[in-house]
């Protein structure tokens, strides 16, 4: 039985708009890496009101919710 030639995929060769494609998605991750590591792991306004709190006095620690999140990361090992 014969092969149904319109059934065999068509490989075809990159051209210079597939290749200015891939510069321009290139480009754009590179800028997303960029910030991406520019990202602070901090949250700065939480700071400004624990620092506030500080200076204040008001500063309060909730021993129950520390050591419940100490039990809570403990129990996932």
Do not use: W
């Not at 290749?19 to 998605?25: D, G, N, R």
């Amino acid at each position: 039985m014969p092969i149904d030639q319109s059934a065999v995929p068509r490989h075809r060769h990159p051209t210079l708009g597939d290749s200015m494609e891939l510069t321009k998605h290139n480009q754009r991750l590179q800028e997303v890496e960029h910030n991406i590591a520019n990202l602070s792991d901090v949250d700065k306004a939480r700071v400004a009101e624990i620092r506030q709190a500080l200076a204040n006095g008001t500063f309060t620690i909730d021993i129950d919710k520390i050591a419940q999140k100490i039990f809570e990361i403990e129990s996932q090992r």
